[in-house]
Protein backbone atom coordinates (compact mmCIF):
# COMPACT_ATOMS: atom_id res chain seq x y z
CA UNK A 1 0.00 0.00 0.00
CA UNK A 2 2.75 2.93 0.66
CA UNK A 3 6.50 2.92 0.44
CA UNK A 4 8.59 3.78 3.79
CA UNK A 5 12.08 5.51 2.76
CA UNK A 6 14.25 7.47 4.97
CA UNK A 7 14.07 11.30 5.25
CA UNK A 8 16.39 13.96 3.66
CA UNK A 9 17.01 17.26 4.63
CA UNK A 10 15.15 18.49 1.59
CA UNK A 11 11.83 16.70 3.82
CA UNK A 12 12.42 19.24 6.79
CA UNK A 13 9.60 21.69 6.14
CA UNK A 14 7.55 19.25 5.47
CA UNK A 15 8.46 16.90 8.71
CA UNK A 16 8.30 21.01 10.51
CA UNK A 17 4.69 20.98 8.85
CA UNK A 18 3.53 17.28 9.79
CA UNK A 19 4.79 18.23 13.61
CA UNK A 20 2.63 21.34 13.67
CA UNK A 21 -0.42 19.27 12.33
CA UNK A 22 -0.27 16.67 15.02
CA UNK A 23 -0.02 18.98 17.80
CA UNK A 24 -3.08 20.66 16.35
CA UNK A 25 -5.28 17.85 15.74
CA UNK A 26 -4.47 16.95 19.04
CA UNK A 27 -5.87 20.23 20.67
CA UNK A 28 -2.56 21.09 21.95
CA UNK A 29 -1.39 23.67 19.57
CA UNK A 30 -3.66 27.02 18.30
CA UNK A 31 -3.65 27.95 14.86
CA UNK A 32 -1.56 31.22 15.66
CA UNK A 33 1.05 29.02 17.03
CA UNK A 34 2.23 26.88 14.37
CA UNK A 35 4.27 29.08 12.65
CA UNK A 36 6.53 29.45 15.22
CA UNK A 37 6.59 25.58 15.76
CA UNK A 38 7.33 24.81 12.15
CA UNK A 39 10.01 27.04 12.07
CA UNK A 40 11.54 26.37 15.29
CA UNK A 41 11.41 22.71 14.46
CA UNK A 42 12.83 23.44 10.71
CA UNK A 43 15.65 25.08 12.63
CA UNK A 44 16.53 22.29 15.19
CA UNK A 45 16.45 19.64 12.32
CA UNK A 46 18.78 21.51 10.31
CA UNK A 47 21.31 20.51 12.62
CA UNK A 48 19.60 17.28 13.60
CA UNK A 49 18.85 15.47 10.99
CA UNK A 50 22.62 15.91 8.88
CA UNK A 51 24.29 15.00 12.30
CA UNK A 52 22.18 12.05 12.73
CA UNK A 53 20.73 13.32 15.83
CA UNK A 54 16.93 12.80 14.26
CA UNK A 55 16.29 10.09 11.81
CA UNK A 56 12.80 10.05 9.99
CA UNK A 57 10.53 7.89 7.79
CA UNK A 58 7.93 9.17 5.74
CA UNK A 59 5.41 7.00 3.87
CA UNK A 60 4.24 7.63 0.50
CA UNK A 61 1.87 5.85 -1.88
CA UNK A 62 3.21 2.73 -3.77
CA UNK A 63 4.33 4.36 -7.27
CA UNK A 64 3.64 8.07 -6.39
CA UNK A 65 7.13 8.98 -4.19
CA UNK A 66 6.51 12.75 -4.41
CA UNK A 67 3.01 12.48 -2.08
CA UNK A 68 3.95 11.69 1.29
CA UNK A 69 1.32 10.69 3.40
CA UNK A 70 2.48 9.84 6.91
CA UNK A 71 5.69 10.25 8.82
CA UNK A 72 7.71 9.33 12.20
CA UNK A 73 11.28 9.90 13.27
CA UNK A 74 13.46 9.53 16.49
CA UNK A 75 15.36 11.51 18.34
CA UNK A 76 18.65 9.97 19.51
CA UNK A 77 19.53 10.94 23.32
CA UNK A 78 22.40 9.72 25.60
CA UNK A 79 21.52 8.82 29.20
CA UNK A 80 23.09 7.49 32.30
CA UNK A 81 23.69 4.08 32.42
CA UNK A 82 20.90 1.73 33.67
CA UNK A 83 19.52 -1.61 34.90
CA UNK A 84 17.41 -3.60 32.80
CA UNK A 85 15.88 -6.65 32.09
CA UNK A 86 17.40 -7.88 28.70
CA UNK A 87 17.36 -10.90 26.53
CA UNK A 88 19.64 -12.84 28.61
CA UNK A 89 18.54 -11.94 32.02
CA UNK A 90 19.54 -8.58 34.08
CA UNK A 91 21.80 -6.20 31.93
CA UNK A 92 23.35 -2.43 32.28
CA UNK A 93 22.27 -0.29 29.55
CA UNK A 94 24.80 1.95 28.83
CA UNK A 95 22.47 5.09 27.96
CA UNK A 96 21.24 4.97 24.07
CA UNK A 97 18.00 5.52 23.84
CA UNK A 98 15.67 7.21 21.14
CA UNK A 99 12.44 9.17 21.57
CA UNK A 100 9.45 7.83 19.12
CA UNK A 101 8.31 11.57 17.86
CA UNK A 102 6.24 12.84 14.77
CA UNK A 103 4.17 9.88 14.06
CA UNK A 104 1.65 11.52 11.94
CA UNK A 105 -0.70 10.79 9.34
CA UNK A 106 -2.60 12.78 6.67
CA UNK A 107 -6.02 13.03 7.77
CA UNK A 108 -7.44 11.40 4.52
CA UNK A 109 -4.78 8.14 5.16
CA UNK A 110 -5.51 7.13 8.63
CA UNK A 111 -6.91 3.76 9.26
CA UNK A 112 -5.09 2.16 6.75
CA UNK A 113 -2.17 0.73 8.41
CA UNK A 114 0.11 3.68 7.96
CA UNK A 115 1.56 4.38 11.21
CA UNK A 116 1.95 0.43 12.24
CA UNK A 117 4.47 0.12 8.82
CA UNK A 118 6.30 3.34 9.59
CA UNK A 119 6.20 2.23 13.51
CA UNK A 120 7.65 -1.46 12.18
CA UNK A 121 10.57 0.90 10.62
CA UNK A 122 10.99 2.63 13.53
CA UNK A 123 11.66 -1.05 15.67
CA UNK A 124 13.66 -2.45 12.91
CA UNK A 125 16.14 0.44 12.95
CA UNK A 126 16.12 0.50 16.64
CA UNK A 127 17.27 -3.08 16.86
CA UNK A 128 20.02 -2.16 14.08
CA UNK A 129 21.19 0.67 15.90
CA UNK A 130 21.22 -1.84 19.05
CA UNK A 131 19.38 1.11 21.32
CA UNK A 132 18.97 0.28 24.86
CA UNK A 133 15.11 1.54 25.09
CA UNK A 134 13.08 3.39 22.95
CA UNK A 135 9.97 6.06 24.27
CA UNK A 136 7.49 7.68 23.24
CA UNK A 137 4.89 9.57 24.64
CA UNK A 138 1.08 8.50 23.12
CA UNK A 139 -1.70 10.38 21.59
CA UNK A 140 -4.90 8.55 22.86
CA UNK A 141 -5.29 7.84 19.42
CA UNK A 142 -1.93 5.99 18.85
CA UNK A 143 -2.02 4.47 22.09
CA UNK A 144 -3.61 0.79 20.94
CA UNK A 145 -0.97 0.44 18.28
CA UNK A 146 2.07 0.98 20.48
CA UNK A 147 0.54 -0.90 23.02
CA UNK A 148 0.01 -3.61 20.33
CA UNK A 149 3.64 -3.29 19.42
CA UNK A 150 4.97 -3.95 22.72
CA UNK A 151 5.02 -0.42 24.68
CA UNK A 152 4.33 -0.61 27.91
CA UNK A 153 3.14 2.14 30.36
CA UNK A 154 6.16 3.47 32.59
CA UNK A 155 6.45 5.30 36.09
CA UNK A 156 7.50 8.40 34.33
CA UNK A 157 6.46 11.88 35.64
CA UNK A 158 6.73 15.39 34.38
CA UNK A 159 7.38 18.87 35.62
CA UNK A 160 6.30 21.50 33.50
CA UNK A 161 5.35 21.86 29.80
Not at 12 to 18: G, K
Not at 74 to 98: D, K, M, N, S
Amino acid sequence: MVEIRTARTSDISLIATHRASMFRDMGLLPDASAPDLIDATGSYLAEALPSGEYVGWLASPRGEPQTIVGGAGVQLRRILPFPYEGTAGPAIGLGRQGIVLNVYTEPGWRRRGIARELMTAVLRWARTERLESLVLHASSDGRALYEELGFTATNEMRLGA
